[in-house]
């Protein structure tokens, strides 16, 4: 008997309210309710979320790793994008 | 039958239906070929597991012997256990699991919610914990019994074979004996012709989707409840309680 391998998925939770979700890791399953089930008895029994998405790994488009250069080089040469030339004002705590 | 044997009857009752489906079903770890069935499957199991500990624990209480929840379910023999005989069934293939699974929780879940409302608080308690996880078992075993009903011809042939074979042992369920009436009467519990009902509307909702179809009732077996058992409970008592008999009081 030949082992068909299940669709992949990628697995975001959100630990808590006001957070934005984190990828998690991935879980294989045959369709998006078995993929959040699994998602859920995968990555949340310790109580690491109040939220999950569960996203097939062949719908989301990455980037192509042989075009880093030209996708992320020219930010680096552009210091005056960080925020690095401002005073921070007396008594602000946290920017 | 007084107010407090009534109690201490049921109790023990849930803490052993708790344990033995708990059982049965860790007795399957290790051999799922996915993965996050696997880690499903040992989820749910250890859920109910936590249940009978607090059952358990409850009746020992209750009991007022000294009895801790370990004594009650090691040191116990066969014929004191008053779980459903639908429970202690033999797992047999994945399909057989998830066509018991989700009949008795679909039981299970109505009776916990009904005593979340019962007059005892510590029990209420503990079905209103008990209640959160059986609602997502039984989510997870309807999805399951819908993707196989409604999967391959096999699947669903044999997925439908499981819910007949079942079928037999979901009477005893809705089948008040002296204990369930007396704790009804003493502390407002479930009313098991209400349970039925609503239980049957229930399961045919989930075996529609699922496209199968639900057995007509024929004859029932019963005996769980006055701990009169199938041969397979032997079985399982003797694997799961071999430890504490063989070395009395070991503990880690």
Redesign the interface.
């Known amino acids: 008997m030949t082992h068909k391998e299940w669709p992949l998925y990628e697995v975001f939770i959100r630990s808590k309210a006001g957070l934005s979700h984190r990828h998690a890791g991935s879980i294989h399953a045959t369709d998006d309710q078995m993929a959040l089930d699994a998602a859920r008895d995968t990555y949340t029994r310790r109580c690491e979320g109040v939220s999950l998405w569960v996203v097939r790994s062949s719908e989301i488009v990455a980037s192509d790793p042989a075009e880093t250069a030209a996708f992320f080089e020219p930010a680096e040469d552009k210091i005056y994008r960080h925020p690095t030339f401002y005073e921070i004002p007396d008594g602000v705590e946290n920017l | 039958m007084t107010k407090d044997e009534a109690l201490l009857a049921y109790v023990l009752r849930l803490g052993d239906n708790a344990l033995i489906l708990g059982q049965r079903m860790i007795a399957v770890v290790t051999t799922y070929?996915?993965?996050?069935?696997e880690?499903?499957n040992a989820?749910l199991a250890l859920d109910y597991i936590g249940q009978a500990r607090l059952f358990y624990t409850y009746a020992g209480k209750l009991e007022g012997k000294d009895r801790g929840e370990d004594a009650l379910a090691f040191l116990r023999d066969g014929g004191e256990f008053r779980n459903l005989l639908l429970l202690e069934q033999p797992n047999g293939h994945f399909g057989d699991m998830m066509a018991r699974q989700v009949l008795f929780e679909s039981f299970y879940l109505l009776q916990l919610e009904a005593l979340e409302q019962c007059n005892d608080s510590h029990l209420a308690e503990i079905a209103a914990r008990a209640t959160k996880e059986i609602r997502?078992h039984l989510?997870?075993g309807a999805?399951w019994l819908t993707?196989l009903g409604d999967g391959t011809d096999t699947s669903h042939a044999r997925v439908q074979q499981s819910i007949t074979d079942c079928w037999q042992y979901t009477g005893e369920m809705f089948v008040a004996d002296n204990v369930d009436q007396a704790f009804a009467e003493f502390f407002a519990g479930p009313d098991l012709e209400a349970i039925r009902q609503q239980w049957q509307v229930n399961v045919a909702a989930i075996l529609d989707k699922a496209t199968l179809t639900m057995p007509s009732d024929e004859w029932m077996a019963s005996g769980g409840k006055r701990g009169r058992h199938s041969e397979h409970l032997g079985y399982l008592i003797a694997e799961m309680q071999f430890l504490q008999r063989a070395y009395p009081g070991a503990n880690w």
Do not use: I, K, T, V
Not at chain 2, 33 to 37: A, D, I, N, R, V
């Open positions: 070929p996915e993965l996050e069935e880690l499903a989820n997502y989510r997870h999805l993707r």
